[in-house]
């Protein structure tokens, strides 16, 4: 049997017709897998999605607010929650500052899709040596906000300390964001942390501003990293991968207890490529499918959406379905890579095709 059944797209994207087949042998090898119930979970760390924010440099911020609320909607039904919308106060480039909208994203905007959007836990990051203007930050309180994420560098530290203190004023979670971290020691980290529990952060985020991070590197910071628990802090990661090394930090740091990672849809991201969120969903792929039958499809939707908006290839889901179930990619030889229109259609009958077997494994044990 092979899989060709057209799959309902759920936002609208025009549906393409085409004669994939999906090899019996890659069919007879997902139901397998499934069948064993040892489904590969190699992390059950939380993603936070900061396509938006980090993908929004290469956009000028020029998203319109249609495109925002289709794609956070998407990644909400794709079992990622956290979702950054943008900065507040602005941001500046070498020739002025940009004008999109997820550049300076309005309070009432964020209210919008927080009540719009079930379950979405709405996400702001503000660089505080770099706003044009101040922020009411008791209108964000008003919008719902999840969480404020401030940037923070030592040469500007007291800009940051002093936006936290007025988030911390009108009751809003506050998280740090620590830039340049293969910068630090662990001494300065462990001073961070010490600071961060006296002004009332909530959360850390250790951000890889360079992609100049190396693995052995993160065990130096294992001290810091276990006063940060001990004090109740939640710990996150921003990596990016220009020397490859981006998936391999992110897991060692989560050896070391973080519990939140920063992804972007096809990894777009500023200063290097992001941790790729197709990826890193496949790596999770045993909480993805305990999840509604949407969620893979709503990924390959998200895929599709940034590929065209960035010009760039979609997520292969049939060689990540391969890598992460153990199964030989000699049996898709020749299912990649395929054109933009047809790995997208390839993408969602891959998704169809293992929920379609999940269901009949919970069917055949009711």
Same mark, same amino acid.
């Given at each position: 049997?092979?899989?060709?059944?057209?799959?309902?797209?759920? =936002?609208?994207?025009?549906?393409?017709?085409?004669?994939?087949? %999906?090899?019996?042998?890659?069919?007879?090898? $997902?139901?397998?897998?499934?069948?064993?119930?040892?489904?590969?979970?190699?992390?059950?760390?939380?993603?936070?999605?900061?396509?938006?924010?980090?993908?929004?440099?290469?956009?000028?911020?020029?998203?319109?607010?249609?495109?925002?609320?289709?794609?956070?909607?998407?990644?909400?039904?794709?079992?990622?929650?956290?979702?950054? =919308?943008?900065?507040?106060?602005?941001?500046?480039?070498?020739?002025?500052?940009?004008?999109?909208?997820?550049?300076?994203?309005?309070?009432?905007?964020?209210?919008?899709?927080?009540?719009?959007?079930?379950?979405?836990?709405?996400?702001?990051?503000?660089?505080?040596?770099?706003?044009?203007?101040?922020?009411?930050?008791?209108?964000?309180?008003?919008? /719902?906000?999840?969480?404020?994420?401030?940037?923070?560098?030592?040469?500007?530290?007291?800009?940051?300390?002093?936006?936290?203190?007025?988030? $911390?004023?009108?009751?809003?979670?506050?998280?740090?964001? $620590?830039?340049?971290?293969?910068?630090?020691? @662990?001494?300065?980290?462990?001073?961070?942390?010490?600071?961060?529990?006296?002004?009332?952060?909530?959360?850390?985020?250790?951000?890889?501003?360079?992609?100049?991070?190396?693995?052995?590197?993160?065990?130096?910071?294992?001290?810091?990293?276990?006063?940060?628990?001990?004090?109740?802090?939640?710990?996150?990661?921003?990596?990016?991968?220009?020397?490859?090394?981006?998936?391999?930090?992110?897991?060692?740091?989560? @050896?070391?207890? =973080?519990?939140?990672?920063?992804?972007?849809?096809?990894?777009? /991201?500023?200063?290097?490529?992001?941790?790729?969120?197709?990826?890193?969903?496949?790596?999770?792929?045993?909480?993805?499918?305990?999840?509604?039958?949407?969620?893979?499809?709503?990924?390959?939707? %998200?895929?599709?959406? =940034?590929?065209?908006?960035?010009?760039?290839?979609?997520?292969?889901?049939?060689?990540?379905?391969?890598?992460?179930?153990?199964?030989?990619?000699?049996?898709?030889?020749?299912?990649?890579?395929?054109?933009?229109?047809?790995?997208?259609?390839?993408?969602?009958?891959?998704?169809?095709?293992?929920?379609?077997?999940?269901?009949?494994?919970?069917?055949?044990?009711?």
């Amino acid at each position: 049997m092979t899989c060709t059944d057209n799959v309902t797209n759920l =936002i609208g994207f025009k549906q393409v017709k085409t004669m994939i087949n %999906l090899p019996d042998a890659f069919n007879e090898a $997902v139901a397998k897998a499934l069948e064993s119930g040892k489904l590969p979970n190699w992390t059950s760390v939380n993603l936070l999605d900061v396509t938006l924010r980090d993908g929004g440099f290469a956009v000028e911020f020029d998203w319109s607010r249609d495109f925002i609320k289709t794609f956070v909607s998407e990644c909400v039904k794709s079992g990622t929650r956290k979702v950054e =919308i943008g900065y507040l106060g602005g941001v500046n480039s070498k020739s002025g500052w940009y004008k999109g909208i997820s550049a300076d994203i309005p309070s009432d905007f964020i209210a919008e899709l927080i009540e719009d959007i079930p379950n979405l836990e709405a996400i702001a990051i503000i660089n505080p040596w770099r706003v044009k203007s101040s922020v009411a930050l008791k209108d964000y309180k008003k919008s /719902g906000l999840s969480l404020l994420r401030v940037a923070y560098n030592p040469a500007n530290a007291s800009s940051s300390w002093n936006i936290i203190q007025q988030a $911390v004023n009108e009751n809003i979670n506050v998280g740090l964001n $620590v830039t340049s971290v293969s910068r630090h020691t @662990n001494s300065s980290l462990l001073s961070i942390v010490e600071e961060s529990k006296r002004q009332g952060v909530t959360s850390i985020s250790f951000a890889d501003t360079t992609s100049s991070l190396l693995p052995k590197q993160i065990e130096e910071f294992r001290p810091a990293l276990n006063l940060a628990r001990e004090l109740g802090i939640g710990l996150g990661f921003h990596g990016h991968d220009v020397l490859g090394f981006g998936n391999a930090n992110a897991l060692a740091f989560i @050896n070391h207890g =973080i519990n939140t990672v920063d992804v972007s849809i096809g990894g777009v /991201g500023r200063g290097g490529k992001n941790l790729v969120a197709e990826l890193w969903k496949f790596m999770k792929v045993s909480e993805i499918l305990k999840q509604t039958d949407e969620s893979l499809i709503s990924l390959a939707n %998200l895929s599709k959406l =940034i590929g065209d908006r960035f010009h760039q290839n979609y997520a292969d889901f049939i060689g990540l379905t391969c890598a992460i179930f153990g199964i030989s990619p000699e049996i898709v030889e020749g299912l990649s890579p395929l054109p933009q229109n047809i790995q997208h259609e390839a993408n969602l009958q891959c998704s169809q095709l293992i929920y379609s077997h999940l269901k009949q494994i919970i069917k055949a044990y009711d």
